[in-house]
């Protein structure tokens, strides 16, 4: 198949008339230094902001997860009766936002890829006064992910992630506040179940959701940080990473 011909200067007046016959040719100019440069300041300051809005989005969760987990302690505390129905319900509550935070967690780790690309191989060599950069071709990858955007992580990865990074102390706090409702004798006199609900279906429940949480944290790949390698490697592409959904 014939390689698609460059319009030139006549052929952008006869595509469009109203346009002075004078008109450059922008596709067939190149660009100077001083133009790259910056183009790639604009482009770096947009990514540099689109991160730090999706960061302040996982600040927001978090908040959401803490100021919850502190409401249902003290319900549990002022009315032990419920306490295990309380602490469940803060148990779910958590494992939401958690989910939510890892969606968002993944939408800011394709700008802070970004970023990281440029501030390691453009910005550094200038700082460095030099004219090579650490990772080759990487104009062409960061190019190929703004015309095929992708995630580098996958949900379970941003999952993790989020979970032992901050979610991982909210769930050992309400998993302590179980037991002391378990085992505590001054809380044991106070405890009732649910009409028709036996009292083992409780701590089967608590139990199978530790014991998920621990077989994510142990067996999901640990995300990558972004100054080691954020980009796809050639002979591992991420075919299980999907593409970004917007």
């Known amino acids: 198949m014939a390689d698609k011909k460059k319009p030139r200067p006549d052929d952008l007046n006869l595509q469009f008339p109203d346009l002075p016959a004078d008109t450059p040719d922008f596709e067939q100019t190149p660009l100077t230094r001083g133009e790259y440069i910056t183009a790639l300041a604009h482009f770096y300051r947009a990514e540099m902001h689109r991160s730090l809005i999706w960061r302040t989005r ?3 969760t978090t908040n959401w997860a803490i100021v919850s987990t502190l409401a249902i302690l003290t319900t549990s505390l002022s ?8 602490l469940l319900l803060g148990m779910f509550a958590n494992i939401v936002f958690l989910i939510i935070e890892a969606r968002r967690f993944r939408f800011f780790d394709v700008w802070r890829a ?3 690309m440029l501030e390691e191989n453009f910005y550094g060599g200038i700082l460095r006064r030099d004219q090579v950069s650490p990772q080759d071709m990487w104009g062409s990858q960061v190019a190929d992910d703004l015309l095929r955007p992708r995630f580098h992580l996958t949900r379970l990865q941003a999952f993790r992630a989020r979970l032992m990074r901050n979610f991982r102390f909210i769930f050992l706090l309400l998993l302590g506040a179980w037991l002391v ?7 044991l006199e106070h405890q009732t179940t649910l009409r028709g609900m036996p009292e083992w279906v409780y701590d089967v429940t608590v139990v199978v959701i530790y014991l998920v949480l621990i077989l994510i944290a142990i067996f999901t ?3 990558v ?5 954020y980009w796809p490697d050639p002979e591992h592409p991420g075919e299980d990473i999907s593409a970004l959904d917007v």
């Open 58 to 60: 996982l600040d927001t």
């Open 114 to 116: 970004r970023v990281r």
């Open 181 to 187: 409702h378990r085992l505590s004798p001054l809380f």
């Open 225 to 229: 940080a972004p100054e080691l390698a």
């Open 221 to 223: 790949p640990k995300a």
């Open 79 to 86: 009315n032990p009766a419920y306490a295990r129905e309380t």
